[in-house]
Every structure is written in C-alpha cells, then in structure tokens.
C-alpha cells in the first residue's frame, strides 16, 4: 500500500541555518504530494503541494520538488525563523478524493 | 482556506462512558470528511471516511460499533467514542474536502480525549 516515510526528529537549528526535511514515499500510480505544519495549538495547515513529477511546490520560503525517480518530496527552506518552529508532515494521496496518508510528523525547534 | 472547528477542544471522562466530538465546516460545504487518530509522537492514522447522506467507511481494525461517526450534514459531522477506555485515549482531528479533484483537505485543531 502506500505509504510515507520522514526523518525522525526533533531537528534544532539556529535562526538563519539552512533547513532539509526528507520524505520519501511508496505509492502505486502517480500520488499528489503535500506538506503540512502544525503550529503549537492548532491545527494542521497545507504549506506546499506537488501533483506531478518535477513539479515544486514552494510557499513561505519553503520548496519541495517532486522526484519520481527517487520518490521523494523533500522539504527545503534557504534561512529558517523562529516562527517557523512547528511539526512538519509530509503527506501523499493517491487518488483524488481519497484521505490523505501522513508521515510520522518531524519536529522543528529554531533558536535566536 | 476553509474555517474547520472541533468542540471539544479537550475532554476527560472516565471509563465506560460515551463521548461525542463534533466536526464543523464554518464556510465550506465538505461532500467528505476525514476522521484521523494522533498519539504521541506519532503520524495521524485515518479511521474512517465519510460521505454526507451515506454510511462511513472504516479503515481496517476501526471498530465502526465502538467509533460512530454521523456526517449530519455538509457542515457537520460527528465521532462517538462509545464505552472509552484508557486506550482510546488519543488527539482526535477532522478533515474536510470538496469535490474531487479538489485537491486540498481542512483540518480542525482537534480533539485532546483523555479516558481514566
């Protein structure tokens, strides 16, 4: 079935530092792929979607390119803030319509 | 984005009794909602799908007699955790989509249930 893999965290970085979350992922067909942040306290929120290969997905500074040809979606984001401390989800669907089948969440702290 | 909110924010309730968390849509019709199960330092694990007008559908080792869920209208929708025990203790969210192709779901803040 499909399914989503992520790096385990909790990841700790510096204000400024540059920022890599993996995902990997395992799906029969061609799956739309989304990230997710859950801020302390609330509840999750799209940050960035990609629904076909070679498609990045980009907002708030963050990207993510669609690789089919390693199956990943990583997450990437240049200079990090503290605001941006939260934990990211990465996440597929397979079919439209269909529920969304999340990684394990990776937990960002960014310090001043 | 579409508004979603949850009420209970958060319930503690002892064992063997029912609790009810509702799911409401403020400003989106949603032909299907999502019902998902969080524990600590986990992924959100589905638990059903359901459709407005129509019976949910459970994921596989869901329980559909001891998780009701009633999708009232396509702003409502309700999980019933019948008979809780300690296990079932967990952070609860719903999630609501449109129409396929409509590819974005909502999420509510969620449901914190602690059973004793």
């Known amino acids: 079935g499909n399914s989503v893999t992520q790096m385990e965290g909790p990841v700790t970085l510096s204000e400024e530092a540059f920022l890599t979350i993996n995902c990997t992922y395992t799906?029969?067909?061609?799956?739309?792929l989304f990230w997710y942040v859950q801020y302390p306290g609330e509840g999750l929120q799209l940050l960035l979607k990609?629904?076909?290969?070679?498609d990045k997905g980009s907002n708030k500074g963050f990207e993510a390119t669609y690789r089919k040809e390693t199956t990943s979606f990583h997450l990437e984001k240049g200079s990090v803030q503290v605001s941006d401390s939260a934990v990211y989800f990465c996440a597929l669907r397979g079919q439209a319509g269909t529920a969304l089948i999340f990684g394990k969440g990776t937990t960002l702290s960014v310090s001043s | 984005g579409a508004v979603v909110s949850q009420h209970p924010s958060r319930v503690i309730c002892k064992s063997g009794t029912s609790v009810k968390i509702e799911c409401r849509s403020l400003d989106f019709q949603a032909t299907t909602m999502f019902w998902y199960r969080q524990f600590p330092k986990q992924s959100l694990m589905l638990m059903a799908t359901?459709?407005?007008?129509?019976?949910?559908?459970?994921e596989q080792g869901v329980e559909k007699d001891k998780f009701l869920i009633n999708h009232a209208s396509l702003t409502l929708s309700t999980l019933t955790v019948t008979s809780a025990h300690p296990e079932d203790s967990s952070f609860y969210i719903c999630s609501l989509a449109g129409v396929p192709p409509q590819e974005t779901q909502y999420f509510g803040p969620g449901t914190r249930l602690l059973v004793l």
């Open positions: 799906a029969t067909g061609y799956p739309s």
């Open positions: 990609a629904t076909k290969a070679d």
């Open positions: 359901s459709n407005e007008g129509s019976k949910a559908t459970y």
